[in-house]
């Protein structure tokens, strides 16, 4: 049977716990020997990379040889928040221009229509532009901008692949199969004009990108930047729940469910040592919701929600969350309570006689859901 740690050694305090080598690791090169890796303005030896602890998700600039210094977060922090003001104003601004000189392409008054696709592209697009942002600002200040994707340096497809199996099946029987049999009495289809095809098509692409930009500036971000001073986990996932919260324009009663999706969001990408799994649930329940908004007209709007679809948006979520938390411990042998560690670039990288082996996996008033 598994052993379970207890909860304060670990997720309050997590750097001590024993070490557990990431999930989907390429395997070793042999006589790698004293080769070199190098980040901005420093070389650092593989030796040197592969002799430092491995470290859960939220502590994973201390896994980065002579880059964990105090300074670092605030100039992750202050490059992401200029880049990303940049690439809107260069992206957005001129968008909003071309609106005021071709009315026909111009963004709507409540700029959440979903038949206009200047509104998808505005709303989703100023969003997506976080992924981007937030990786210049983790390479700038860390020097090392794949450990914001995972403890393994890398986006592990692998895992969201599997984990998608479940998860997508799934948010489109329940957003997308549900919700047109509910809302069959409001569902109109619109006519198939090029703006609307559009419209519907540039959600479809930007809504998974509008997802993963929220999980890196809500989750990797702040985690990782209060991670480098502080051990304690809870403290990265708590913070920024405000923030999240704010970004979102439900009543009282909707604002529970944004509340626990971030810190359910938040637990998993300590939990797994990367944000595959946060940004999977987000786009899987953002994605289907975008795919029928065109039919049922305020679908995605953000405002008063009761308690049905409170239950409708929370259940799913908490289920499908429980249950790829036990699914990732046992498949990468980890206690209930242990986090994914690494060392921030793949095993590949390291030289082989610093690695040990990964133990073996122990025996043991609206009803609409809400997007995020």
């Known amino acids: 049977m598994m052993q379970h740690e207890p909860l304060p050694r670990t997720l309050l305090d997590s750097v001590g716990a024993p070490i557990a080598e990431p999930a989907d690791a390429e395997p070793a090169d042999e006589g790698h020997g004293s080769a070199t890796a190098t980040v901005p303005g420093e070389a650092v030896s593989v030796d040197a990379a592969a002799s430092s602890p491995a470290q859960p998700y939220h502590r994973s600039a201390h896994a980065i040889p002579h880059r964990?210094?105090?300074?670092?977060?605030?100039?992750?922090?202050?490059?992401?928040?200029?880049?990303?003001?940049?690439?809107?104003?260069?992206?957005?601004?001129?968008?909003?221009?071309?609106?005021?000189?071709?009315?026909?392409?111009?963004?709507?008054?409540?700029?959440?229509d979903p038949l206009n696709p200047a509104d998808q592209f505005l709303g989703l697009g100023m969003l997506a532009l976080l992924v981007p942002a937030v990786l210049v600002g983790t390479l700038v200040g860390y020097g090392?901008?794949?450990?914001?994707?995972?403890?393994?340096?890398?986006?592990?497809w692998g895992l969201m692949g599997r984990a998608a199996l479940v998860v997508v099946p799934v948010y489109v029987l329940l957003n997308m199969g549900a919700n047109l049999i509910l809302e069959r009495e409001a569902v109109v289809v619109p006519p198939l004009e090029a703006g609307v095809v559009l419209a519907w098509l540039v959600a479809l692409v930007l809504a998974p990108l509008?997802?993963?930009?929220?999980?890196?500036?809500?989750r990797a971000l702040p985690m990782q930047a209060l991670g480098t001073w502080l051990r304690w986990p809870i403290v990265g996932i708590?913070?920024?729940?405000?923030?999240?919260?704010?970004?979102?324009?439900?009543?009282?009663?909707?604002?529970?469910?944004?509340?626990?999706?971030?810190?359910?969001?938040?637990?998993?990408?300590?939990?797994?040592g990367g944000l595959e799994i946060p940004i999977l649930l987000h786009a899987a329940n953002n994605w289907t919701l975008f795919a029928i908004s065109p039919l049922i007209p305020g679908f995605t709007e953000q405002g008063e929600v009761g308690l049905l679809g409170l239950a409708l948006a929370m259940v799913p979520m908490l289920l499908l969350s429980a249950g790829i938390w036990w699914w990732y411990s046992r498949r990468v042998g980890l206690g209930m309570w242990e986090p994914q560690r690494g060392r921030g670039q793949t095993l590949s990288s390291v030289s082989s006689s610093a690695l040990a082996p990964a133990p073996a996996p122990s025996a043991d008033s609206t009803s609409r859901p809400l997007s995020v």
């Open 144 to 156: 090392r901008a794949g450990i914001a994707l995972s403890v393994l340096g890398r986006f592990r």
């Open 68 to 112: 964990h210094y105090w300074w670092r977060p605030l100039v992750t922090i202050a490059v992401a928040g200029i880049v990303w003001i940049a690439m809107n104003l260069h992206v957005m601004v001129p968008l909003m221009i071309i609106g005021e000189v071709w009315p026909a392409l111009a963004t709507s008054p409540s700029l959440t």
């Open 210 to 218: 509008q997802s993963a930009g929220e999980e890196f500036a809500f």
């Open 238 to 272: 708590l913070v920024p729940v405000p923030l999240f919260m704010v970004g979102h324009g439900y009543n009282w009663v909707g604002q529970i469910d944004i509340a626990a999706f971030a810190i359910v969001m938040g637990l998993l990408a300590w939990k797994t």
